[in-house]
């Protein structure tokens, strides 16, 4: 039998499993790297402590090397999604807040699916994570009004739905704290909705927000005899 250019077929088949089989030799001796950015979500603890200072980083550059046929299949059917990092805590005499330093390994890789099967990662940018922990705890502070303008808060009558709201948060940062404070409210007697603006290291402030208003005080005339 022919084809066009009067070249058999068994010729052509040939060449191409000649060309395929020089493919699969090269992809066996080839080392191949791999880049992907992967994120680090902050670690989950228990409800008795907070993470309140975390290197978060948008992303964790990871270098993943290997050789063989069985790298083109990872890229297809296997996808990294994040790294995890898992924190144990000390014993109870750490005093706290506690810091320590997390080196990331292959072993903090976790995948959509199934893992690499050719692929390993040999490389983080940066190599490590900075990770800081505190108690958790919960106390009643007054609200304070930030008023907008020139006129002091003080020389203003303030007027809130809620003056005292519950915070939540590291035992470092929540014992620190006299009052919660609003966003900024103008003078004049307008009410608003703003949020309780929410300090560092504070995880929750219920209600997260608040009606407030600044009166200018009613003006007293002393009645003359």
Not at 36 to 64: G, M, N
Not at 85 to 97: A, G, K, M, R
Not at 153 to 158: D, F, K, M, S
Not at 191 to 199: A, D, F, Q, Y
Request: aromatic fraction near 8%; charge should be negative; hydrophobic fraction near 40%.
């Amino acid at each position: 039998m022919w084809v066009k250019g009067k070249t058999y077929i068994w010729q052509w088949v040939l060449a191409v499993v000649i060309s395929v089989t020089l493919w699969i030799i090269s992809m066996s001796d080839k080392q191949f790297e791999i880049n992907e950015k992967l994120p680090v979500p902050a670690p989950v603890l228990s409800d008795d402590f907070i993470v309140i200072d975390y290197e978060r980083q948008d992303s964790v550059s990871v270098t993943f090397t290997g050789k063989g046929i069985g790298v083109l299949r990872d890229q297809i059917l296997r996808k990294p999604e994040m790294l995890l990092i898992d924190v144990s805590l000390p014993n109870q005499e750490q005093t706290y807040p506690y810091s320590r330093s997390l080196e990331l390994t292959e072993n903090n890789v976790r995948f959509s699916g199934d893992r690499y099967s050719s692929l390993s990662a040999i490389s983080f940018s940066p190599p490590a994570i900075i990770v800081t922990i505190d108690h958790r705890i919960t106390r009643y502070l007054p609200v304070r009004i930030s008023a907008a303008g020139s006129v002091p808060e003080r020389y203003l009558w303030p007027v809130l739905s809620n003056t005292i709201v519950q915070v939540t948060g590291a035992r470092s940062i929540v014992n620190q704290l006299d009052s919660c404070y609003t966003g900024q409210v103008g003078s004049g007697g307008e009410r608003i909705e703003t949020v309780i603006e929410k300090p560092d290291g504070i995880n929750n402030i219920n209600p997260s927000s608040v009606i407030a208003g600044l009166i200018y005080p009613v003006p007293v005339i002393e009645q003359m005899q």
